[in-house]
């Protein structure tokens, strides 16, 4: 479907003379000016959402200009339809599309970056967008545990920083049960206690940290254990706390 979507995207760059050479991208008006994905998205990615089609068609042209561009601007434009006078965009095909992605083997920072910055660390959407990344179906990664569903969880879990504790938690408690994630979850709550936006609830924190299988020199374990059994709930507002648990383990 990535492909399909891509090669779609591909014939519309071409509409508007926009074709890939082997060092990046020229447009017919100046084919000696080399182009780099990021010029070509901030260029054109916004106006997918002006073409002559429905919604969804739109938002899936946008997922393959994604897919063939491999730049977070794209995902900037989605947001941005999505919140314009327009908008919203169809959830199903939305969240359809970043599930997709985010399962797929094959980078993935493009997504995860603007579920962390654009959804997660925003209060309005960060619910939403955790329960459809991952919170609605845990249970169902859990049982499965095919590779591609847990390449999701893991890329979810590890930028889940900023979403509210009481959304994540039962996600996060259903992770525990399966080692596979155990480290992915390990990251997300260290980036729920070092992220800006973080949030966690270091009591339930520390309990879940305490489960999980890891090797105990696993980088930043011993700092994060000491910090939350302290009652710290974020790196931001306990400044110097950090610092002071990695002095008492040198």
């Known amino acids: 479907m990535e492909m399909r979507a891509a090669e779609a995207a591909r014939r519309w760059l071409a509409g508007q003379g926009v074709s890939q050479v082997r060092d990046g991208w020229v447009s017919d008006a100046k084919p000696d000016v080399l182009l780099t994905a990021d010029q070509v998205a ?13 919604a969804a068609d739109r938002l899936h042209l946008a997922f393959g200009l994604l897919d063939l561009l491999d730049e977070y601007w794209v995902t900037c434009e989605i947001r941005i339809a999505n919140d314009s006078v327009e ?7 939305l969240w359809d599309g970043y599930r997709l992605r985010l399962e797929a083997d094959r980078d993935a920072e493009a997504v995860t970056y603007s579920l962390w910055v654009d959804w997660f660390e925003d209060h309005t959407t960060s619910a939403t967008a955790f329960a459809e990344a991952l919170g609605n179906d845990i249970d169902h990664v859990v049982a499965e545990r095919s590779e591609a569903l847990l390449r999701r969880a893991r890329r979810v879990l590890e930028c889940s920083g900023p979403v509210p504790w009481p ?18 979850l390990f990251r ?5 206690f070092h992220d800006l936006y973080g949030d966690l609830e270091p009591g339930a924190a520390l309990a879940l940290l305490d489960e999980l299988d890891l090797p105990t020199d696993t980088p930043h374990l011993a700092e994060l254990r ?14 110097g706390v950090w610092d002071e648990a990695v002095r008492s383990r040198s």
């Open 226 to 239: 000491q910090v939350l059994a302290a009652g710290r709930r974020n790196h931001h507002r306990s400044p």
């Open 42 to 54: 901030h260029s054109l990615a916004g106006d997918v959402f002006a073409e002559d089609l429905d």
């Open 87 to 93: 908008g919203p965009l169809p959830a199903d095909v």
């Open 188 to 192: 997300g709550l260290r980036a729920s």
């Open 167 to 184: 959304v994540k938690e039962p996600a996060y408690r259903t992770a525990v049960r399966l080692p596979a994630l155990h480290p992915a």
